[in-house]
């Protein structure tokens, strides 16, 4: 074999990957994770051992990217699941018409289910591994962070039937991702941060929320339970979009002006504020079907693997989705840029 096929073929079984965790949704866990090693990088306790840090960095970054893949794949595994014991062969297994390519390689045979649990159990088995390893550094903080963010992990793919998916989502990549990142590069607990990933978590929302506007009337058909079907309509889900993305900013220009953080963060919200813009509009065009063409823009963020979206013609959700995540991930980002800038840092070795 060659090197390009060799090539070709690892491209090929990466895509593949990509698709059975959902990959694309990475971005929602790695943006906060830039917010809170950036964070840690400058405080003073992280150069007490810079060698163990920058390894715990890598570590870090590894068990968080494995830990959502693996609740990506095991939300999957748990809905084919229930078709089987519900007497569905799995060749035959459907979901609703804007979930069809759900657990496709699964349902196709690309990915038996032996060689989903296995795929399960090295990618939990990492995330174990490592919060094993920060518990070891810094004590029982760890594993309690680490213990409420499994039940919740565990609790999600039933979320719906008591209208928590959303609230769930935001605790976890919010306070529970930014501060359990915090503490394990640190050893530390910071207050500032704390508030500041309550604004992390309510822009992570985002994307769950607009995800749900563009499902409400099949969620409310099905009885799935959401905070936009507990609201009840359309133009209320969006209002309760645009509310926690007021929130958010709000909290950061409190944590400006009373002095914790620098003025620069006010930044998260000048390069956010169109494209939140945008998604209220756009999500609003999509609950009055407009007939719209949808264009990437660079100013709108990555839209990767375009092509294929419009070969399975999910532009008019695609198009949504990935405003919806940039939207988070350009928050975190900048506020990630401006704490590394701008913290001050007493190298004091503790």
Same mark, same amino acid.
């Given at each position: 074999? +060659?090197?390009?096929?060799?090539? #070709?073929?690892?491209?090929?079984?990466?895509?593949?990957?990509?698709? &059975?965790? %959902?990959?694309?949704?990475?971005?929602?866990?790695?943006?906060?994770?830039? $917010?809170?090693?950036?964070?840690?990088? $400058?405080? @003073?306790?992280?150069?007490s051992?810079?060698?163990?840090?920058?390894?715990?960095?890598?570590?870090? *970054?590894?068990?968080?990217i494995?830990?959502? &893949?693996?609740? /990506?794949l095991?939300?999957?595994?748990?809905?084919? /699941?229930?078709?089987?014991? !519900?007497g569905?062969?799995?060749?035959?297994? #459907?979901?609703e018409?804007?979930?069809?390519?759900?657990g496709?390689?699964?349902?196709?045979?690309?990915?038996?289910?032996?060689k989903?649990r296995?795929?399960?159990?090295?990618? *939990?088995?990492?995330g174990?591994?490592?919060?094993?390893?920060?518990?070891?550094?810094?004590?029982?903080?760890?594993?309690?962070?680490?213990?409420?963010?499994?039940?919740?992990?565990?609790?999600? =793919?039933? +979320?719906?039937?008591?209208?928590?998916?959303?609230?769930i989502?935001g605790?976890?990549?919010g306070p529970?991702?930014?501060? !359990?990142?915090?503490?394990?590069?640190?050893? %530390?607990?910071?207050?500032?941060?704390?508030?500041?990933?309550?604004?992390?978590?309510l822009?992570?929302?985002?994307? +769950?929320?607009?995800?749900?506007?563009?499902?409400?009337?099949?969620?409310?058909?099905?009885?799935?339970?959401?905070?936009?079907t507990?609201?009840?309509?359309?133009?209320?889900? &969006?209002?309760?979009?645009a509310?926690?993305i007021?929130? @958010?900013?709000?909290i950061?220009?409190?944590? @400006? $002006?009373?002095?914790?953080?620098?003025?620069w963060?006010?930044?998260?919200?000048? *390069?956010?504020? =169109?494209?939140?813009?945008?998604?209220?509009?756009s999500?609003?065009?999509?609950n009055?079907? #407009?007939d719209?063409?949808?264009i990437? #823009?660079?100013?709108?963020?990555?839209?990767? /693997?375009?092509?294929?979206?419009q070969?399975?013609?999910?532009?008019?959700?695609?198009?949504? *989705?990935?405003i919806?995540? /940039?939207?988070?991930?350009?928050?975190?980002?900048?506020?990630? $840029?401006?704490?590394?800038?701008?913290?001050?840092?007493n190298?004091?070795y503790?």
């Amino acid at each position: 074999m +060659s090197f390009r096929e060799a090539y #070709k073929n690892f491209q090929e079984n990466i895509n593949q990957f990509i698709e &059975l965790t %959902r990959g694309y949704t990475l971005l929602t866990s790695m943006a906060p994770w830039f $917010v809170a090693a950036a964070a840690a990088s $400058v405080s @003073a306790h992280y150069y007490s051992d810079i060698k163990i840090k920058l390894f715990t960095t890598f570590l870090s *970054f590894i068990a968080i990217i494995c830990v959502h &893949l693996g609740v /990506n794949l095991f939300d999957d595994y748990i809905d084919i /699941n229930k078709k089987i014991k !519900g007497g569905i062969l799995l060749r035959d297994i #459907k979901f609703e018409e804007k979930a069809r390519n759900k657990g496709r390689l699964i349902i196709d045979g690309t990915f038996s289910l032996a060689k989903v649990r296995t795929i399960l159990c090295i990618l *939990f088995g990492v995330g174990i591994a490592a919060g094993a390893f920060f518990t070891y550094l810094y004590g029982i903080r760890i594993p309690v962070i680490a213990a409420i963010t499994g039940v919740l992990c565990v609790l999600y =793919p039933f +979320s719906s039937k008591f209208y928590l998916g959303e609230i769930i989502i935001g605790t976890i990549f919010g306070p529970l991702l930014v501060n !359990g990142t915090y503490i394990a590069l640190c050893g %530390r607990f910071s207050v500032p941060l704390l508030i500041l990933s309550f604004a992390v978590g309510l822009m992570i929302i985002v994307l +769950s929320e607009a995800h749900n506007v563009m499902d409400f009337d099949y969620d409310k058909k099905a009885g799935k339970k959401t905070l936009c079907t507990l609201i009840g309509t359309k133009k209320g889900s &969006l209002a309760l979009i645009a509310f926690e993305i007021l929130i @958010a900013y709000m909290i950061v220009i409190y944590l @400006a $002006v009373s002095g914790q953080f620098s003025y620069w963060i006010l930044l998260s919200i000048l *390069f956010t504020a =169109p494209l939140s813009v945008k998604l209220i509009v756009s999500l609003n065009d999509y609950n009055n079907v #407009k007939d719209l063409k949808f264009i990437p #823009k660079w100013y709108l963020g990555p839209m990767e /693997n375009w092509d294929i979206v419009q070969r399975e013609a999910l532009e008019y959700f695609m198009y949504r *989705f990935y405003i919806a995540r /940039n939207i988070g991930f350009i928050f975190c980002v900048t506020l990630a $840029v401006v704490c590394f800038f701008t913290i001050k840092v007493n190298y004091i070795y503790i």
